[in-house]
């Protein structure tokens, strides 16, 4: 992916000479550009998308849509975006991550394939930075700017429909180890999600009502960002063999959702059969070199009868490349992700693709004033509802 500029600061349109405004997300320059014909358009369109996760009534909803129409005309192929987008950008992984299993468990512990798998992850570790660098981190603030592009047609009543490259940003925020806050922007869309370690949460600044569930870590960590959760999501996984990757020789650790998780995350409407997830690690180097998960969800329309069912089916791998050192850590800054999703059910059979390549613009380890007040999720995630899990 080709970097470009990101922009943080805003013109003081008000002021002339007054002090610029610094963007609670800073975006790609294009993407700026785009929301509008004037800068007084385009600062006073970012400043609507900005405020999408501090208000839910229906005015500034109508703005916020409003906003997104200004980059991109409405149309179900912007729906089906937005869906793809919150996949992607917003993604859970169903395992509560232990930060202290890589030292209290032992390599000669199960079957070889799970004994491997832990000697594999121990190479990871060193790989990385080892132990006494991964424990001195205690938060972390990443920056970074995406590009997202729907790679196959999608057909719609008979008509193929292709959409062009988006660009965008987001801002990535955490404590050890359930407490993370994401803002993503793309194409004058906004996604926010957390965890404040009793629950998680997402929502879209195309709808004002958000989603909620238990706590689970974010994907986005296990694309190179957080070596530490990486390394203990896999301990409990098994060694299946090798595959190449980018002419890299890699061991595959695969690691299986358990039937008591998959029931706990699971509603009366929603039902999650299975949750795959599959990590590649260099022989050569000892770094995760891809990371692949796939989820199957039936949506039940009604509280029985099969026939009414609809299912989503999930898949997203996610290639990791630039690993470099930071704070004597190394983090993975750029890759590509493409997920796809198929939904089949009673005439209900479509299938979309999209494809994301980001790249790293900062990241730096042990925020000084970073509080727990900064994760609280919104107002409305504390009223009892239920979550929309395919999209989390």
């Known amino acids: 992916m080709v970097s470009r500029g990101m922009r943080k600061l805003c013109p003081n349109l008000d002021k002339e000479d007054g002090l610029e405004t610094v963007l609670e997300v800073p975006v790609p320059e294009e993407m700026f550009n785009q929301m509008g014909s004037n800068a007084a358009l385009r600062w006073n369109n970012m400043r609507n998308l900005m405020r999408a996760s501090l208000n839910t009534d229906k005015s500034v909803a109508a703005t916020n849509h409003a906003v997104a129409s200004s980059s991109s005309s409405s149309s179900p192929v912007n729906d089906q975006f937005m869906l793809l987008l919150k996949l992607v950008g917003a993604a859970f992984i169903p395992f509560q991550v232990q930060l202290d299993h890589a030292v209290t468990m032992p390599i000669k512990d199960g079957s070889i394939e799970a004994s491997t798998a832990k000697y594999i992850v121990q190479q990871y570790l060193a790989a990385t930075g080892g132990l006494a660098a991964l424990n001195a981190v205690n938060s972390m603030y990443a920056v970074g700017q995406v590009n997202m592009v729907v790679v196959s047609n999608i057909e719609q009543n008979g008509e193929i429909a292709a959409r062009s490259c988006e660009a965008g940003g987001f801002v990535l925020w955490q404590m050890n180890p359930d407490l993370w806050y994401l803002e993503l922007v793309v194409s004058g869309y906004k996604i926010s999600a957390g965890s404040d370690g009793k629950i998680g949460w997402s929502q879209s600044s195309m709808n004002s009502k958000p989603s909620r569930g238990p706590p689970r870590p974010l994907r986005r960590f296990f694309q190179g960002l957080d070596p530490r959760s990486t390394a203990n999501l896999f301990l409990n996984a098994v060694c299946i063999g090798e595959k190449t990757i980018k002419n890299e020789d890699c061991f595959i650790l695969k690691l299986e959702t358990s039937s008591e998780i998959l029931k706990a995350q699971s509603t009366p409407h929603t039902e999650i059969v299975h949750h795959t997830i599959w990590g590649y690690f260099s022989q050569r180097t000892g770094l995760l070199i891809q990371f692949e998960d796939t989820k199957l969800i039936r949506m039940k329309k009604d509280g029985s009868g099969n026939d009414e069912s609809v299912f989503y089916e999930t898949t997203m791998e996610s ?67 239920e979550h929309d899990e395919h999209g989390m």
């Open 319 to 385: 290639v990791l490349d630039e690993y470099r050192y930071v704070e004597g850590i190394n983090i993975a800054h750029s890759g590509k992700t493409c997920a796809s999703l198929y939904r089949y059910g009673k005439t209900q059979n479509r299938k979309w693709k999209l494809e994301e390549s980001w790249k790293i613009e900062e990241i730096d380890f042990n925020i000084c004033g970073l509080s727990m007040d900064y994760f609280l999720p919104p107002a409305d995630v504390k009223k009892e509802n």
